[in-house]
């Protein structure tokens, strides 16, 4: 174990097999990371934040793919674990308990779900299970990223393992080794980074400091990134937003006889886009990696985050980061 570095928890939403997957472990592993999987035993796309409830779920040592990846042990330690659950059910029995079970004092620095096989901008954000995982990763404390690769053919996908491996890293360097607030035993109110609402907006909490109040907040969980990279990434980073996308034509109707049910699949046919400012989709057409930085929490609860803090993001970048994530 590299004892400079902290442990990774990994996860997605297309299976532990899933090639998307398969390729970032290998990446992270061949960097020297110290890595723990906790996914899915199987795809479970478009899961969203579903949780299985009262069910029990199987739980399964991968050592198998060790030798599969060709990863080595010795170089960088890694244990591969699947559970019988959705995304959020691993991260769920991962902080709840299924670590300290399973690999006795291992502690997590942060929580990366994905690489995903399709994109999750705009609202995919309501139905990915990537994007569920690490939003799950939050609401227990956690720093998260989730990572889509926005084409669903496989082919260059590994410049979105590039991406995802460049993000983790410097996301590692911003964190200290072992995540403070993971299963939030403190009371966090008093940060000065929550909006105000219903009251009457005060900015003076982070208004000095904005950075430093947007840094708090990905250490405790309460701001998450995520990143989507086209096939045709030339390289360069966009801070965006949620942007705005259409399905179109995505219910197919297969007819049926007298007796019979009828069927319907949804998936979409087509997809349009409106252009907004800073939009992840607009950023993915111009061939950029799409970094945004979201709220974990909906817009109502007491934790969410201060809209005009989240707005400083957008406006405060170099070369498509936000400066809060620049290492000192």
């Known amino acids: 174990m590299s004892e400079n570095r902290g442990w ?44 299985n409830l009262m069910k029990p779920m199987g739980l399964r040592e991968r050592s198998d793919l060790v030798d599969a990846w060709s990863l080595n042990p010795e170089h960088a330690p890694v244990h591969l674990f699947e559970l019988d659950g959705t995304p959020c059910d691993t991260v769920i029995v991962a902080m709840d308990g299924g670590l300290e079970h399973l690999v006795p004092s291992l502690k997590p620095q942060l929580v990366v779900s994905g690489v995903n096989l399709g994109p999750n901008l705009s609202q995919d954000s309501y ?57 939030r035993p403190h009371d966090a109110m008093d940060t000065n980074y929550f909006t105000s609402w219903p009251t009457p907006g005060n900015d003076e909490g982070w208004v000095q400091d904005p950075n430093n109040a947007l840094l708090t907040a990905f250490r405790n969980g309460d701001l998450m990134l995520n990143l989507n990279v086209p096939p045709t990434w030339n390289g360069k980073w966009a ?9 179109r034509n995505a219910v197919r109707f297969e007819g049926a006889g007298d007796d019979e049910v009828a069927t319907f699949t949804i998936g979409a046919a087509s997809v349009d886009h409106s252009e907004v400012l800073y939009g992840d989709c607009d950023a993915v057409e111009e061939d950029k990696a799409s970094l945004s930085c979201l709220a974990v929490w909906p817009q109502s609860h007491p934790f969410a985050m201060d809209e005009d803090l989240l707005a400083s993001v957008l406006m405060n970048s170099a070369d498509g980061w936000p400066h809060w994530l620049n290492p000192n």
């Open 127 to 183: 139905h990915s299970g990537t994007m569920g995982a690490a939003r799950e990763a939050g609401l227990y404390g956690m720093p998260a990223i989730a990572s889509s690769f926005t084409s669903f053919d496989p082919e260059g996908m590994a410049r979105s393992i590039e991406a995802t491996v460049i993000l983790v890293e410097r996301a590692m360097k911003v964190l200290p080794k072992v995540a403070a607030n993971a299963g």
């Open 239 to 247: 801070c965006t937003r949620l942007g705005v996308r259409w399905y």
């Open 8 to 51: 990774l928890l990994l996860t997605n939403d297309d299976g532990i097999e899933a090639e998307g997957f398969r390729l970032l472990v290998q990446a992270l592993h061949r960097e020297g990371h110290n890595i723990v999987v906790l996914a899915p035993s199987e795809n479970h796309s478009a899961a969203g934040m579903r949780i």
